[in-house]
């Protein structure tokens, strides 16, 4: 088999759609129990996601990606679609600071919402258990044929990574 067959060279629309769909789950759920409480947090929850998402994670995470670092003015990545590319590409492994501000911002939008949550124990459960399902499913889906060899998750076999970087 191709080794571009098996690994994810390049994403489609529909992967984005999908993966995008999946991620608004925990978001919505987060979304639904800060606006309960209070319009206002609800917004500020949705800029600072967006913030974190868009700036930190872009910049110290993505600006390392082969996706953003493939030609183009856009970002077409299974999270990312359209976006242009603001921050300078670094096509270099992670450094120290990058994997600090990248663990740093997933932490800030997965437990922003947390207070809020633990007054709907329900609405809790659902979303400690769709951030587990979707990281579950991300990792056996596409860390093992991703190209961002560089990424703290690429699980990506030793030989399928030395095969394509010969190619």
């Not at 953003?68 to 976006?83: E, P, S």
């Not at 740093?104 to 400690?128: D, R």
Request: one cysteine or more; proline letters at 5%; hydrophobic letters at 50%.
């Amino acid at each position: 088999m191709d080794i571009k067959n098996q690994l994810k060279t390049r994403y489609k629309f529909l992967d984005f759609i999908y993966w995008n769909l999946f991620a608004a789950i925990p978001f919505i759920i987060a979304f639904i129990a800060i606006f309960k409480s209070s319009i206002i947090w609800a917004v500020v929850y949705i800029l600072v996601f967006l913030a974190i998402f868009l700036i930190v994670e872009y910049r110290f995470f993505c600006s390392h990606c082969p996706h953003y670092c493939q030609n183009g003015y856009t970002t077409k990545c299974l999270f990312i679609w359209g976006v242009p590319k603001y921050f300078k590409a670094r096509p270099f492994p992670l450094t120290i600071l990058d994997k600090f501000m990248m663990i740093l911002g997933f932490l800030i939008i997965i437990l922003f919402p947390i207070y809020w949550l633990f007054s709907q124990p329900l609405l809790l459960i659902i979303y400690l258990l769709s951030w587990t399902v979707f990281g579950f499913t991300l990792k056996r889906y596409e860390c093992n044929r991703c190209i961002y060899f560089h990424c703290p998750a690429n699980s990506v076999p030793k030989n399928l990574k030395d095969q394509f970087i010969k190619n």
